[in-house]
């Protein structure tokens, strides 16, 4: 600290050893000696004058005219000399001043200089002492977004890049989760204006607006439903809407010709499955017996067609043993599907703990983040799972994870995943 003082003071003296000296230098007038001088001149050259006029080089008239204009210049100057040495009292005043200046200048160039030094400097790094580095806790106690600042962050960067669908998308979904209908239907718009009336992002909005007016599919809704039944008459989604929106005008029987459509769809869905069953059986009681076998009769191939074979990966996912005490149960699980070659979205994700392991999910279409990226769109993918300090997905510095390279996805393969590198 003390050399660091030193070669302060050193720096300002060198300062003010270049300020000063042109700040005090005098405005001198000048002196005596100089109208002695002039007046010596002036007598030389009235002597030449009167040389000439008596050796006849020049006429009386030329004479006297040179001694007058020579007369006249010497008394201009005479007088000149004389107002500079009655301004003699003005000059003292400045020096007074330029005094006063290096004075002031002496004390605030060290003043400043430290003025400036405690607001940009480090006193720390002068005393050559090491400043303790802030650290991130980890695990529970590493501080972690909220869906708030996230949408905040998303938020921002979209009014930089507006143009950009697959923002614009996830903020539409992430309003959806919190449940912030009109904001999302906005969003959903902002897509649409971009990559035009792709089904899956009309169905997602669809289901927006419904929720805009609590729910109903018979508003707002009802003509983008319907334009949604003829560009995906068999998506599984669509079939419940399709049928909801029957049963909310007070038609059960078409709402039951799409919902017995609909139920083979999702034998594998056993909580879907239970709530299709309740609506279907609230619609049955609506209607005669003798109906309700009829329109059974109406569509036999629909209620037991096998479950459609859609793209989906089975994943099971441990922990190996060896890496169990550098985690918590709390510490957050992502099982992704990426695509081989182009955008880091995942295609489908899944999201648990580590207190879930180990884990079976499977990964699907349903989970698509926009609809040009899900899993039947492509042939081989890479599956991975991470488990997040933070609790975000994007694998950090003591991050476990697991990675697996080209997995069919047409064969709905099952693959096992055993989390045991660290980032």
Not at 162 to 176: C, I, Q, R, S, V
Not at 238 to 253: E, Y
Not at 297 to 325: F, G, H, R, W, Y
């Amino acid at each position: 600290m003390v050399s660091f003082i030193i070669t302060a003071v050193i720096l300002v003296l060198i300062a003010i050893y270049f300020i000063v000296p042109t700040l005090r230098k005098e405005n001198y007038s000048f002196s005596d000696e100089y109208d002695d001088l002039n007046v010596d001149i002036a007598k030389e050259r009235l002597k030449e004058i009167k040389l000439q006029f008596e050796a006849g080089d020049i006429n009386e008239q030329t004479y006297q005219q040179l001694r007058d204009e020579l007369e006249t210049t010497l008394a201009l100057d005479l007088s000149a000399e004389k107002s500079a040495t009655q301004s003699d009292a003005p000059i003292a005043v400045a020096k007074e001043k330029n005094k006063f200046s290096v004075i002031f200048l002496a004390l605030f160039i060290p003043f400043a200089a430290a003025i400036f030094y405690y607001q940009l400097g480090d006193f720390n790094a002068a005393t050559g002492r090491e400043v303790a580095a802030t650290v991130v806790p980890a695990g529970d106690d590493r501080p972690k977004i909220t869906i708030e600042e996230a949408v905040s962050k998303l938020e921002l960067r979209l009014a930089e890049d507006p143009e950009n669908p697959d923002g614009w998308f996830m903020l539409a979904k992430t309003y959806m989760a919190m449940k912030q209908y009109h904001k999302a239907v906005t969003s959903y718009e902002k897509v649409i204006d971009i990559v035009g009336e792709e089904p899956e992002v009309l169905l997602r909005y669809a289901d927006a607006v419904a929720m805009t007016e609590g729910g109903d599919l018979t508003g707002k809704a009802k003509p983008i439903v319907e334009k949604i039944m003829v560009l995906m008459p068999e998506n599984p989604t669509v079939l419940w809407m399709a049928g909801t929106a029957q049963s909310q005008q007070g038609n059960p029987k078409k709402a039951l010709s799409y919902w017995y459509e609909l139920r083979p769809l999702l034998s594998q869905d056993a909580n879907g499955l239970r709530q299709l069953d309740s609506l279907i059986q609230a619609a049955e009681s609506q209607l005669p017996a003798g109906e309700v076998a009829n329109l059974k009769q109406e569509m036999p191939k629909a209620i037991e067609m096998p479950a459609a074979v859609s793209a989906e990966i089975i994943v099971t996912v441990e922990l190996d043993p060896a890496l169990k005490n550098k985690v918590s149960p709390n510490d957050t699980l992502f099982i992704f599907a990426k695509a081989m070659q182009g955008p880091p979205m995942p295609l489908a994700a899944v999201k648990k703990t580590v207190a879930e392991l180990p884990i079976t999910v499977r990964l699907n279409d349903a989970m698509a983040m926009m609809p040009q990226m899900k899993l039947s769109n492509f042939e081989q993918v890479k599956v991975s799972a991470v488990i997040s300090k933070s609790g975000q997905p994007g694998a950090q510095a003591g991050d476990l994870f697991v990675e697996v390279l080209s997995v069919n996805v047409k064969t709905q393969e099952k693959i096992s995943l055993i989390i045991n590198k660290v980032k």
